[in-house]
């Protein structure tokens, strides 16, 4: 398992919010490049970094900011929000991006995001935000009916098999993830890459999440709460790898 720190940006500076709802946001004086550096320097890899104001769809966008974390680090870097148009994707991996994140264009446009998967085989990541076993889009603010099971299991059909899956009723609670969503999915979709967002408190729940055979686990508000050290991070992730 990989253990993957998280950057939530609003206007360029890192924030978290609580059960995906933006009137409930804590900020931070640590800026994103900082972040990237220390987790870096402190032996991880990877880096999911988050555009809100591009999944907000007001119009502002992050990109700069990426282009500042790329340019400051070598983290694997996988980017999203806001990413609605192959272009928007395409800008991303300009900015410094190697993976990007699509969520609610994953609804919209299959067609066009089945297309990007053939043309970026590996970088494309399903960004499945979920309440209640149902998928919701525009940065959580729009419910719909579909079944993330089923959602996930076309996407995997049209040979793009990894996937972030965010239970939004726990992301940023600090409450523990969604271990009984994340086990129903890796049951019914075998080869599903499943990457685990929202609610990770403890190194106890890293080690949870591994057991049940998640690819990744994203960790946001816990280390920036002082909840899990970076050092702690990659010992999990050394541990579980061993």
């Given at each position: 398992?990989?253990?993957?720190p998280?950057?939530?940006?609003?206007?360029?500076?890192?924030?978290?919010?609580?059960?995906?709802?933006?009137?409930?946001?804590?900020?931070?004086?640590?800026?994103?490049?900082?972040?990237?550096?220390?987790?870096?320097?402190?032996?991880?890899?990877?880096?999911?970094?988050?555009?809100?104001?591009?999944?907000?769809?007001?119009?502002?966008?992050?990109?700069?900011?990426?282009?500042?974390?790329?340019?400051?680090?070598?983290?694997?870097?996988?980017?999203?929000?806001?990413?609605?148009?192959?272009?928007?994707?395409?800008?991303?991996?300009?900015?410094?991006?190697?993976?990007?994140?699509?969520g609610?264009?994953?609804?919209?446009k299959?067609?066009?995001?089945?297309?990007?998967?053939?043309?970026?085989?590996?970088?494309?990541?399903?960004?499945?935000?979920?309440?209640?076993?149902?998928?919701?889009?525009?940065g959580?603010?729009?419910?719909?009916?579909?079944?993330?099971?089923?959602?996930?299991?076309?996407?995997?059909?049209?040979?793009?098999?990894?996937?972030?899956?965010?239970?939004?009723?726990?992301?940023?609670?600090?409450?523990?993830?969604?271990?009984?969503?994340?086990?129903?999915?890796?049951?019914?979709?075998?080869?599903?890459?499943?990457?685990?967002?929202?609610?990770?408190?403890?190194?106890?729940d890293?080690?949870?999440?591994?057991?049940?055979?998640?690819?990744?686990?994203?960790?946001?508000?816990?280390?920036?709460?002082?909840?899990?050290?970076?050092?702690?991070?990659?010992?999990?992730?050394?541990?579980?790898?061993?």
């Open positions: 398992m990989i253990v993957i998280a950057i939530d940006i609003i206007d360029g500076s890192i924030v978290r919010l609580s059960g995906g709802d933006y009137s409930r946001v804590s900020h931070y004086t640590m800026t994103p490049e900082d972040a990237a550096k220390r987790f870096e320097d402190g032996g991880l890899t990877h880096l999911h970094v988050v555009d809100l104001d591009g999944a907000e769809g007001n119009g502002k966008r992050n990109l700069r900011t990426l282009e500042r974390i790329a340019a400051c680090c070598s983290l694997h870097l996988d980017f999203g929000g806001g990413i609605r148009s192959a272009g928007d994707a395409e800008s991303a991996f300009s900015a410094g991006a190697e993976k990007v994140n699509i609610s264009m994953a609804v919209r299959k067609e066009a995001v089945v297309e990007l998967g053939i043309i970026y085989p590996g970088r494309i990541i399903i960004s499945a935000d979920v309440r209640d076993e149902k998928v919701a889009i525009a959580w603010k729009e419910d719909t009916a579909i079944d993330v099971s089923s959602f996930l299991e076309e996407y995997i059909a049209s040979g793009i098999s990894l996937a972030t899956v965010t239970d939004i009723s726990k992301d940023g609670m600090l409450s523990g993830p969604g271990i009984e969503l994340y086990s129903k999915l890796i049951e019914a979709l075998p080869s599903l890459s499943l990457i685990a967002s929202g609610g990770v408190s403890s190194v106890s890293l080690k949870e999440l591994s057991a049940i055979g998640v690819y990744g686990t994203i960790v946001g508000k816990a280390y920036y709460e002082g909840r899990i050290t970076i050092e702690e991070m990659k010992e999990a992730e050394c541990l579980q790898r061993g």
